[in-house]
């Protein structure tokens, strides 16, 4: 064994996970979308499974929500583990932003947002009813 071969084991065996979380971009009326630093975030949990190791790569297969999504992540040797885990979750949020996309899934999203916005108000809501309880 290589140590390419080596480094790409190191990598999936300790850096890759086996789930993921991914969050899904909030589309907008004009089509735009955009990563949400704040306010309410809607999430994807993403099933991640090895299918074959090459000598600088790997084929991964990403589980979530109803799809399965093939595909060849590559594991520089010149490249730190911190920098391939960041680029593989980077490429797995894109993939799955572009699936529900391309399965015509934006209203589905704007419904998720929708919901879990009415959940953030409804938390702040009672979290300052309590508040206004306890000083009286």
Sequence with gaps: MTITQ????FILDNIIQ?????QL??????????????????H???TI????????????????DKYEVEELFFMPFSSSPESIEGKTRTKIERIVN???????RTEDIKQMYEQQSKLLGEAISKMM????????
């Design 6 to 9: 080596k480094y790409v084991d």
């Design 18 to 22: 086996d789930t993921i979380t991914v």
């Design 98 to 104: 572009k699936t529900y996309i391309d399965d015509n």
């Design 129 to 136: 009813s309590n508040r206004k309880n306890e000083q009286n």
């Design 49 to 64: 499974h090895i299918l074959e190791k090459y000598t600088r790569s790997a084929k991964l297969k990403l589980t979530f």
């Design 25 to 42: 971009y909030k589309p907008f009326e004009d089509g735009s979308r955009m990563y949400t630093k704040l306010g309410p975030t809607v």
């Design 44 to 46: 994807c949990k993403v």
